[in-house]
């Protein structure tokens, strides 16, 4: 974000490198600021003078810098070394955030991603936070408690030997209109237009009347707030006094006012309720009529917005409580947590069968990470994985879990965001992007599937979120564990060269593994079997028991009749005219569509290369499928 300079402000001669060069003081602090600017211009951070008085900076929070001929908001990476023959210019202001933006260990990972991946360093910080945080900086005037007596004696100097000036008329009208509360200065009214009323609020700020700050306004990920309104003893007494049918002193209270004050003394003095809801039921003129006459007093508060606020805990438990690990599963454990408690950065790998036990292993040793009062970051490639885990986590621990992913709505992602920030949550559950969650701390990372690729972000920065979490695991010194039932190659490699430790998990702690038969069609085919379905399956499905309620589920990953329409004179493959995939044909509507590009085309009765009416349709799809086993199992639904 940039913004323009006043005209009162300084800006940079021509041809001067943004943000390198100005008058600087031997001895200040140097810090890294990574600007959020488009352009080539915001492709590496720059180098700024903390000056003395905003000393008090610390790395992750917002400033306001001078680059090139414009302000820009930029956010403090950390400390820096000084350039041979630069001077850094120095930070204009602060900007108020509620503090850092992000913690030093998520500075350092930040730091990492812009230099591995090659990417903006502004732009991996906004990725960092929520939607739309750094879309709203505003310059924000404020009156100052006790201001009215400041502003009373006038902001201009008196005359040596005459009275006190009288305040400027157009400053009071300024300082009349902060009344209400603090408001942006683009809504502040004044005769002289935007650089007068910027020298008039300075005026006022030179004398402690008002406060001008830049701040970065929530927009649509800001805190949700809502009214909550309660009796104050006055209000007590009045409803007392109408429930033994007297009237209470002063105006008369109209019906609704009194079946307002009776439902409040019926809550008790100390049970607030939510105004919206309580007006929806006594009418919207109530409640300011009653605070009016102060029986009854309002307060504001923050409404949280949680994903998992509607989803019960012990939907889906875990390991039922009286059975034990597998041996297997114990050596597992045992290992994750040693590696917890010596803080060994050193990557796991969990190579377990499918139903293996993974993940009773990744709870045992989050549970062994919360006792030692670190919190926990699990990786899933996809949304559909996020929620099940999460069910299992609380049902099994008593953990605060977030929950991080694309699918939230901005307002959750960001309450969800701050929360982490705040150290309110133990666990944190996500696709790739938890991996960029404000964590202060780390005691274990678990990676769930890792040989997926739905990690590697398409977007940048075009990180891939598990080579990221094993940089977090290093920066934060903490345990990370990469599970899966088929590791990616690359990982299978690390472990046979020594670079991680593998922990195999080779059986299923339940249950008969699965009888896996495979057929050769060909044997078939020459036995005069020309279906899809193998004599095996089609001996299998007939002998299903659907009164016992026995099901099939019948796999195939090609949609259509047929995936080939091949001539058998010449060879050629009706393709796709823009893409050059061959179409598959769809008998239900009688075409040929392209699965990649969805462009659809009727059947060619001739062959377009050679002119043969000698088409085969070869191959096979889900509609063929559907169609042979109609007809060879009529019972079947």
């Known amino acids: ?180 509360g603090a408001r942006p200065v683009r809504e502040l009214a004044a005769p002289d237009g935007r650089a007068g009323l910027l020298r008039r609020l300075r005026a006022l700020a030179a004398d402690g009347a008002v406060t001008l700050d830049w701040t970065l306004l929530g927009a649509s990920g800001g805190p949700r707030h809502e009214r909550w309104i309660s009796l104050t003893d006055a209000g007590a007494t009045a409803a007392a006094v109408l429930a033994a049918g007297e009237r209470p002193p002063g105006r008369p209270l109209g019906p609704r006012q009194v079946a307002a004050l009776a439902d409040l003394a019926a809550l008790g003095a100390g049970s607030p309720v939510q105004a919206t809801a309580f007006a929806s039921t006594h009418g919207t003129a109530t409640i300011p009529g009653l605070a009016r006459r102060g029986l009854i007093a309002s307060e504001v508060r923050v409404r949280p917005r949680r994903p998992l606020a509607s989803r019960p805990v012990g939907v889906r438990g875990g390991r039922p409580p009286a059975t034990d690990l597998s041996p297997e599963q114990a050596v597992a454990v045992a290992r994750v947590v040693d590696a917890i408690e010596r803080r ?112 590697k972000s398409d977007r940048t920065p075009r990180l891939q979120a598990r080579d990221t979490a094993e940089r977090l695991a290093t920066l934060a010194g903490a345990p990370i564990v990469l599970g899966s039932a088929t590791p990616a190659v690359d990982t299978v490699g690390r472990a046979r060269d020594g670079r991680l430790d593998r922990i195999a998990l080779p059986s299923r702690p ?32 007939d002998r299903l028991d659907t009164a016992a309620g026995e099901q099939a589920i019948l796999v195939l990953n090609r949609r259509g009749t047929a995936s080939v329409v091949l001539c058998r004179d010449c060879g050629h493959v009706q393709a796709c005219a823009d893409c050059e995939r061959p179409l598959v044909y769809h008998q239900a509507g009688g075409t040929l569509r392209c699965h990649h590009c969805g462009r659809a085309t009727p059947p060619a009765t001739r062959c377009p290369s050679c002119g043969s009416p000698r088409i085969r349709y070869l191959g096979g799809g889900t509609e063929r499928v559907e169609r042979e086993v109609r007809a060879s199992h009529p019972r079947l639904r």
Do not use: C
């Open 1 to 180: 974000m940039t913004l323009e300079l006043p005209p009162d402000a300084p800006g940079e001669a021509p041809g001067d490198a943004p943000g390198d060069v100005a008058g600087a003081a031997a001895g200040d602090r140097l810090v890294a600021v990574a600007i959020d600017a488009a352009g080539a211009g915001g492709g590496r951070p720059y180098t700024y003078r903390v000056p003395e008085s905003l000393a008090d900076l610390e790395d992750g929070e917002a400033v306001l810098v001078e680059f090139g001929r414009r302000q820009a908001l930029g956010v403090i990476l950390g400390p820096t070394e000084p350039v041979a023959g630069v001077v850094a210019k120095p930070i204009v202001d602060r900007i108020r955030a509620d503090g850092p933006l992000l913690p030093p260990l998520a500075l350092g990972l930040a730091t990492w991603i812009a230099d591995h991946y090659l990417a903006p360093p502004g732009l991996v910080v906004r990725s960092m936070l929520p939607p739309g945080l750094l879309e709203r900086l505003e310059l924000v005037a404020e009156r100052v408690p006790g201001g009215d007596d400041v502003f009373a004696t006038g902001s201009a100097p008196a005359a040596p030997s005459g009275p006190a000036a009288m305040p400027d008329p157009v400053e009071a009208d300024l300082f009349a209109q902060l009344e209400a």
């Open 344 to 455: 060994d950065p050193r990557p796991l790998l969990l190579d377990g069968v499918t139903g293996g036990g993974k993940t009773a292993v990744y709870v045992e040793a989050i549970a062994a990470a919360l006792a030692l009062g670190r919190p926990a970051l699990v990786l899933v490639p996809e949304i559909a994985l996020a929620l099940p885990l999460v069910d299992r986590l609380r049902a099994d621990l008593d953990a605060r879990v977030a929950l991080v992913h694309s699918g939230l709505a901005d307002g959750e992602r960001a309450d969800e965001w701050r929360r982490i920030r705040a150290g309110d949550v133990d666990i944190v559950v996500g696709t790739r992007l938890a991996v960029l969650a404000p964590l202060a701390e780390v005691g274990l990372i678990i990676v769930d599937e890792e040989h997926d690729p739905a990690y």
């Open 510 to 541: 339940v249950g008969a593994a699965p009888i896996v038969q495979v057929v050769d069609l060909r044997v078939e085919l020459a036995e005069g079997n020309r279906g899809l379905l193998s004599r095996p399956l089609d001996e299998a499905l």
